[in-house]
């Protein structure tokens, strides 16, 4: 089951373009972009254009789930050196802020040696 979209969601926002980003990638089912605070040389989020809250529900649908996961290898292609973590704080005790699943995408410079 996919919750229906928040009119209040930030990242539906984005999806929608009513919310300026700075994409470095989108097709008919996800959309890439910078994160706000880069906690990385390259934060980029992947962001899946159906809502749903948490990767737990975005599991309900495996093809959209290993999209996300394949755009995550070409942002860390195009824009860093390819390797990279990826990450999905995944409820609000966990550290999740925005409740509409998606990616953190951490590449470039000594992620190998980050502990976080
Ligand atoms: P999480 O929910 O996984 O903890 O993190 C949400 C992330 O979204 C944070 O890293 C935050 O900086 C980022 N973020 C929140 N609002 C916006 C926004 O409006 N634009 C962009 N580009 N990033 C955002
Ligand atoms: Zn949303």
């Known amino acids: 089951p996919v919750s229906r979209p928040d009119p209040d969601c930030v990242f539906c926002g984005i999806v929608a ?4 980003s700075d994409q470095v990638f989108a097709d008919d089912r996800v959309v890439a972009f910078r ?3 880069p906690k990385a040389p390259v934060h980029v989020l ?4 159906e809502h749903s809250r948490d990767v737990r529900e975005l ?3 495996p093809v959209l789930l290993a999209h996300v996961v394949q755009v995550a290898g ?4 195009d ?9 999905f704080n995944t409820g609000a005790r966990a550290g999740q802020t925005v409740m509409h699943a998606h990616a953190h995408v951490l590449a ?4 190998n040696e980050s502990d976080t």
């Not at 824009?79 to 990450?87: E, H, N, P, S």
């Open 74 to 77: 070409l942002v860390a292609r």
């Open 35 to 37: 994160d706000l605070a």
């Open 79 to 87: 824009q860093a050196d390819g390797d990279f973590r990826l990450v």
């Open 17 to 20: 373009g009513d919310i300026p």
């Open 59 to 61: 599991a309900g649908n």
């Open 108 to 111: 470039g410079a000594d992620q």
């Open 46 to 49: 992947v962001v899946p254009r």
